[in-house]
């Protein structure tokens, strides 16, 4: 299984590391500083990781040791999980937001599981799947690493600071913000060569999963479209992304995303007006995913698909379009906001 780490440029590699998912690699990223090396999203907690870091380093005469920085561009586990692992084996600080340090803190722990159980049962899921699905949050203790050496806030506009530049690759590189896909992501955007090192904040073959689970009032899918907007008025010609090859950005890539999204939420619209019309007035999270997404039914992707139908119809409340109705017992409901709507 060993592999050579692919050049991309004359300082930045790719690993390609593989994960047990549907969605079955990340993109990890080694860059020849003036100073030793940084490494950028290191992958999941398992055991092919470390063999393909172990191999990828060699092949450039290095080890650990030679990695002096470590970046994480957000906390889901496919990207943040063996960045704790690496630090303890090189040393090196870990860069990141600080409300990535905050998040993985929140979701990698025991609550998580019932957090997410409680949700999959108020979105309507039935009991037996819901278990199903809050399961893979028990699985994701064991494959990510608690970072306990030095935490370094790249985090910028979502700190409350100035943006941050910094060197990389000999270059400098200004940090760019965004939310949506994940709460407090970065992306490391050398702006004289227009190259993003972009995480999940832009993918070319897929559309970044964008999901709520009502545990506060935020509207992730508002955020991941700002998000856009950000990305859209910056200089970026190329990316080098999270998941898939790197490619050349076209406008009409960000523009197509933001259409995806708006077909989804027409669709959403119309499954709330249907389900509620032929029930009793309102209609369930899970049972409006069962129309976005007729073709889901393991619980690993439905985790997915219920929380980014959550997060459309989050939005779609926010449009003043529909309306929630929170039960006694938790149960969350959705209407039609009717003709009255402004």
Same mark, same amino acid.
């Given at each position: 299984m060993p592999r050579a780490a692919e050049p991309v440029t004359e300082r930045i590699y790719r690993l390609r590391l593989p994960l047990p998912f549907r969605l079955n690699h990340v993109n990890a990223y080694l860059i020849r500083d003036d100073s030793g090396w940084s490494a950028v999203d290191?992958?999941?907690?398992?055991?092919?990781?470390?063999?393909?870091? *172990?191999?990828?380093?060699?092949?450039?005469?290095?080890?650990?040791?030679?990695?002096?920085?470590?970046?994480?561009?957000?906390?889901?586990?496919?990207?943040?999980?063996?960045?704790? *692992? %690496?630090?303890?084996?090189?040393?090196?600080?870990?860069?990141?937001?600080?409300?990535?340090?905050? %998040?993985?803190?929140?979701?990698?722990?025991?609550?998580?599981?019932?957090?997410?159980?409680?949700?999959?049962?108020?979105?309507?899921?039935?009991? !037996?799947?819901?278990?199903?699905?809050?399961s893979f949050d028990e699985r994701l203790l064991e494959q990510t690493a608690d970072v306990t050496g030095e935490r370094i806030d790249i985090g910028g506009a979502e700190s409350g600071a100035p943006m941050r530049s910094l060197p990389l690759g000999?270059?400098?590189?200004?940090?760019?913000?965004?939310? +949506?896909?994940?709460?407090?992501?970065?992306?490391?955007?050398?702006?004289?060569?227009? %190259?993003?090192?972009?995480?999940?904040?832009?993918?070319?073959?897929?559309t970044p999963n964008v999901s709520f689970s009502y545990d506060e009032e935020r509207n992730p899918l508002r955020e991941y479209f700002d998000t856009l907007e950000q990305l859209k008025r910056r200089k970026i010609d190329t990316v080098l992304p999270g998941h898939g090859s790197a490619f050349k950005l076209d406008s009409r890539l960000i523009e197509s995303v933001r259409s995806h999204h708006e077909e989804?939420?027409?669709?959403?619209? !119309?499954?709330?007006?249907?389900?509620?019309?032929?029930?009793?007035?309102?209609?369930?999270?899970? +049972?409006?995913?069962?129309?976005?997404?007729?073709?889901?039914?393991?619980? !690993?992707?439905?985790?997915?698909?219920?929380? *980014?139908?959550?997060?459309?119809l989050r939005e779609l409340e926010a449009r003043g379009v529909i309306v929630r109705r929170t039960e006694a017992d938790g149960r969350l409901l959705f209407a039609p906001a009717g003709p009255a709507r402004a």
């Open positions: 290191p992958g999941l907690l398992i055991d092919t990781t470390r063999p393909l870091w *172990e191999s990828a380093l060699a092949g450039l005469g290095l080890t650990f040791a030679d990695i002096r920085r470590i970046f994480v561009t957000h906390f889901h586990p496919d990207h943040y999980g063996f960045a704790g *692992e %690496l630090q303890r084996l090189s040393g090196a600080p870990v860069y990141a937001s600080n409300v990535t340090f905050r %998040l993985a803190e929140r979701h990698f722990s025991r609550g998580q599981i019932g957090r997410s159980l409680n949700f999959y049962l108020r979105a309507g899921m039935p009991a !037996e799947l819901a278990r199903a699905a809050a000999g270059r400098t590189y200004t940090v760019v913000t965004g939310s +949506g896909h994940a709460e407090g992501s970065v992306g490391l955007l050398d702006e004289e060569e227009g %190259l993003l090192i972009g995480g999940d904040l832009l993918l070319q073959k897929i989804r939420l027409a669709e959403a619209e !119309e499954a709330v007006t249907v389900l509620a019309k032929a029930g009793a007035g309102t209609a369930a999270p899970y +049972g409006i995913c069962g129309r976005l997404f007729p073709k889901v039914s393991d619980a !690993e992707s439905l985790r997915f698909a219920v929380g *980014e139908t959550s997060a459309h």
